[in-house]
């Protein structure tokens, strides 16, 4: 239940104030998870169908908890911005309640449910075993393709259903082990994802567009305007505006600079960033000449900066700008590096690329016995780095491989390093990767991981001058605060 709590959390980038209706609660065990990811900061109404049930215990005080033979019954004229369920809909019931989760969200509003698999196998084989002592379950189940249909009829928008959750019971403790180092593998691969335990269900109240709250996220006085911020942008005249805005509206208080690197871009980038500098000093454009090269890019960026510590972001991240919350809190604790993962145990990741998955997965796993030590995804482009860090990297990569080396290189010269989860959401069932393309960047990665070895091997090849063990402590952390036990728990 926690690690769905996690996920409702990243679907919808959960921001303080926002109410949330639970419909269904039971004992509440989903309610206190609820509870618990959103750190008490957003009203919840949790609704049982039981008559007269007490309130259960140890239920957080944000929570008010109701009893209700129907609906709307005491919800009545009360609107929310989340409504979120589980094991809720059933064929004979569905429709009501999904015209109730309609009418109760606000404009803009957004449902998440989480819903049994009537594919899954051992859930078929449980079924089975019942009906033949007697005890059917009396549920209808919906599929994931009914579940879509349903929730386009009532009039939902940007309906998403995808397979979710491999790690169901029956399973003895290796079991759970693999399966939870496997699920994100599983989860997005063709064909074996529709064997997973539940179905995922997501969908919005029109309209599309929403202005999000402006709620200032500055927590952490010694971080006060001590981030330089650096996005490499390459045609992203769409985003790098808002990007820009929502970072200043959510973390304005911990902005030392942004640097928008211009990396060629052959649209209108360019105009746009320098509105952006001209409406606010702390916006600090570079517009490189050619050869492009993100890694290019990230470096000259990384060179420019001059706050404590540096923040590298793309230009695409608006959406998950609630989730930079988590990196800045473990950079108060005083960690090195702090990197946003998107393979941990309590990330989400949902229909990404499985070829990207397995590569990925293989460089991570190798890399991890190349250099005896353990983490589980270093190179994602959403990095807080400590100044002093950043001053010693020796980055020679000019493409997508230079994410490697700000991510391996910390860990090599001994400084700490901690992995926070995040999302990544892909809406598009049928995005796909070329296999040319993935072979074409990975050389780079493969690279970066061979001159690594040499340097801590044989103090040769290109990094032959990075300062190895020099950092304070030679430590690697995963994110295990309170706030992020769970499902996918362990490094």
């Keep these: 239940m926690l690690w769905r709590a996690h996920t409702f959390r990243h679907m919808v980038h959960l921001m303080p104030g926002q109410t949330i209706l639970e419909l269904a609660c039971g004992e509440g065990t989903f309610t206190r998870q609820l509870a618990r990811v959103s750190r008490g900061e957003n009203p919840i109404t949790a609704v049982t169908f039981v008559p007269d049930a007490p309130r259960p215990a140890d239920l957080p005080p944000q929570v008010s908890f109701l009893t209700a033979s129907s609906l709307p019954g005491p919800l009545r004229d009360r609107q929310f911005d989340f409504v979120v369920a589980v094991g809720l809909l059933d064929r004979r019931s569905c429709a009501p309640l999904l015209q109730y989760a309609y009418e109760a969200l606000k404009p803009g509003g957004?449902?998440?449910?989480?819903?049994?698999?009537?594919?899954?196998?051992?859930?078929?084989?449980?079924?089975?075993?019942?009906?033949?002592?007697?005890?059917?379950?009396?549920?209808?189940?919906l599929d994931r393709r009914q579940l879509y249909a349903l929730l386009s009829e009532v009039g939902f928008i940007r309906v998403f259903a995808v397979f979710n959750d491999f790690v169901y019971a029956p399973l003895n403790a290796w079991l759970v082990w693999l399966l939870r180092n496997l699920s994100i593998v599983l989860e997005n691969t063709p064909g074996v994802q529709t064997l997973a335990g539940s179905i995922l269900v997501y969908a919005q109240k029109p309209p599309r567009a929403v202005e999000r709250p402006k709620i200032p996220l500055f927590a952490h006085e010694q971080l006060r305007q001590a981030v330089s911020i650096v996005i490499p942008c390459h045609n992203e005249e769409a985003n790098i505006g808002p990007l820009v805005t929502r970072l200043r509206d959510l973390f304005g208080g911990y902005i030392h600079e942004i640097i928008p690197v211009d990396d060629n871009s052959t649209d209108a980038t360019a105009a746009v960033i320098r509105r952006l500098a001209a409406e606010d000093p702390r916006v600090k454009p570079i517009f490189r000449s050619p050869?492009?090269?993100?890694?290019?890019?990230?470096?000259?960026?990384?060179?420019?900066?001059?706050?404590?510590?540096?923040?590298?972001?793309?230009?695409?991240?608006?959406?998950?700008?609630?989730?930079?919350?988590?990196?800045?809190?473990?950079?108060?604790?005083g960690y090195d590096v702090v990197v946003g993962s998107r393979f941990?145990?309590?990330?989400?990741?949902?229909?990404?690329?499985?070829?990207?998955?397995?590569?990925?997965?293989?460089?991570?796993?190798?890399?991890?016995?190349?250099?005896?030590?353990?983490?589980?995804?270093?190179?994602?482009?959403?990095?807080?780095?400590r100044r002093e860090v950043v001053e010693k990297l020796q980055l020679r990569q000019p493409g997508f491989a230079v994410n490697a080396e700000t991510g391996l290189q910390p860990l090599v010269m001994g400084y700490t390093v901690k992995e926070i989860p995040?999302?990544?959401?892909?809406?598009?069932?049928?995005?796909?990767a070329s296999s040319f393309r993935l072979v074409r960047v990975g050389s780079g990665y493969w690279r970066v991981l061979w001159q690594l070895w040499?340097?801590?091997?044989?103090?040769?090849?290109?990094?032959r001058a990075l300062p190895v063990g020099a950092g304070p402590r030679d430590t690697y952390r995963y994110y295990d605060a309170a706030s992020f036990p769970g499902r996918r728990s362990g490094s």
């Design 110 to 141: 957004e449902v998440l449910f989480y819903e049994s698999n009537p594919w899954n196998v051992v859930l078929k084989a449980r079924r089975l075993l019942s009906g033949l002592i007697g005890r059917h379950d009396p549920r209808s189940l």
């Design 291 to 333: 050869p492009n090269g993100v890694g290019r890019a990230i470096a000259e960026g990384y060179r420019a900066a001059t706050g404590q510590y540096v923040l590298s972001m793309d230009s695409d991240f608006q959406h998950l700008l609630p989730e930079l919350r988590d990196l800045f809190d473990a950079a108060a604790k």
């Design 344 to 385: 941990s145990r309590h990330s989400v990741l949902l229909n990404y690329p499985w070829q990207k998955i397995v590569a990925n997965r293989g460089f991570h796993a190798l890399a991890q016995v190349v250099l005896r030590r353990r983490f589980r995804d270093l190179t994602n482009n959403l990095k807080l780095v």
């Design 422 to 432: 995040i999302s990544w959401i892909n809406r598009t069932p049928d995005m796909g």
């Design 454 to 463: 040499l340097r801590c091997a044989l103090r040769r090849g290109t990094y």
